[in-house]
């Protein structure tokens, strides 16, 4: 079955001519000019990925990726004329997974999205169940690759499926330590020319998640110089 994208640009053209490319490349689509009919819409939508557009109408497309954030986990792809590492970053933490500066060409958007639908790498077979337990101080975290979540004890944890795959590969043996391009190629699954920031961005989310003091992070330990590592506790 073809996966559904929700395709989210206020220009009826810009709109058209990306839903009839991707449409070309594998994919159901579903257009929308304003986020809040998007909004709407979304319970009864079985959408698999999105592209969102920040210059929107009265709701910007930060607002919108926030609001989505609070509802699904669906993997989003922000596609903007604005290039600013502001932008950027401010997109990223409202949850996005990336980020694409117009123009653009389309096979690059399609990679980007095969991309976000790869799934996570295995890191544990146990019985018929890939699983990790990762310790830490606040009881252990159980990274279920099968099921793509991540809990403390009975509680799942909120993670996009980013965040997710980012903490499968800094789960390494001996506290390994990963670089922003080692993680980039991995987790984007592709090279990446953009800012490498976009890593640091996610780590802060996946901290304020997994860490009882985000600010002085236990787990997700930043290495100066060289990239981030988890430390089991």
Known sequence: MAPTLLVLEDDEGIRSSLCLALEGEGYTTVGFGR??????????????????DLMLGEMDGFTFVREVRQRSDV????????ADTHDIVAALESGADDYVTKPFEVKEVSARLRALRRRPPTVARVGEMEISVLDSTRGPLVL????????RGNDELHVTTTEFRLLC????????????QVLLERVWDRDY?????????????????????????????????LGYRFDRR
């Open 35 to 52: 986020a809040e009919d998007a909004l709407i819409e979304l319970p009864r939508l079985d959408v698999d990925l999105m592209l969102v």
């Open 75 to 82: 993997p989003i792809i922000v596609i903007s004329a604005r």
């Open 144 to 151: 279920d690759w099968g099921a793509g979540v991540v809990r």
């Open 169 to 180: 590969e800094l789960n390494q043996p001996s506290g390994r330590v990963l670089s922003r």
């Open 193 to 225: 020319f953009g800012d490498e920031r976009i890593v640091d961005v996610h780590i802060r989310r996946l901290r304020t998640k997994i860490e009882e003091d985000p600010g002085t992070p236990q787990l997700l330990v930043t290495v100066r110089g």
